[in-house]
């Protein structure tokens, strides 16, 4: 799991944050800098888009299953959220 605390924060704009890390899959010793940015812009009609950007995947093969897991992870967080602010 990725670290979580106000350091690891910044906040762009009114519309943005950006989440900040160093990451390593368990089969390498390295290190990558992970990146996850999200920005919320309201479309209208009570409607508001949310876009999330993860970067930060090391080339090596060690980061396949890492970056399948985060891609199937995400997928499923941000179904969850949309259902419970849809509810």
């Known amino acids: 799991a990725l670290p979580i605390s106000p350091k690891h924060?910044?906040?762009y704009s009114e519309r943005s944050?950006?989440?900040?890390c160093e990451g390593k899959p368990v089969d390498t010793?390295?290190?990558?800098?992970?990146?996850?940015d999200y920005y919320i812009e309201a479309i209208?009609?009570?409607i508001t888009r949310l876009?999330?950007?993860q970067s930060g995947f090391g080339p090596e093969a060690a980061w396949d299953d890492e970056y399948e897991a985060t891609?199937?992870?995400w997928a499923d967080f941000l179904k969850k959220l949309k259902e419970i602010l849809e509810n």
């Open 9 to 11: 924060f910044a906040q």
């Open 17 to 20: 944050v950006a989440y900040n």
């Open 29 to 36: 010793g390295t290190t990558q800098k992970i990146a996850i």
């Open 44 to 46: 209208g009609d009570g």
């Open 51 to 53: 876009r999330l950007v």
């Open 71 to 73: 891609k199937t992870g």
